[in-house]
């Protein structure tokens, strides 16, 4: 699947990355996958709002 910036119209690049939030008082941290549409050129991004099962 690729998507066209609608910044500068190249196509973007989908990025999974991790984000740790660390709750005080809480020693496990948690982490969650963020899906995102990045653009090279630009570096506009915008979350990927689309499911695993959809495409």
Do not use: H, K
């Not at 963020?34 to 570096?43: G, H, M, S, Y």
């Amino acid at each position: 699947m690729r998507r066209e910036c609608p910044q500068c119209g190249e196509f973007m690049r989908q990025v999974t990355r991790e984000s740790v939030l660390q709750v005080p008082g809480n020693p496990q941290p948690t982490r969650t996958q963020i899906r995102e549409w990045v653009c090279p050129e630009c570096d506009y991004f915008e979350e990927d709002d689309s499911r695993d099962g959809d495409a």
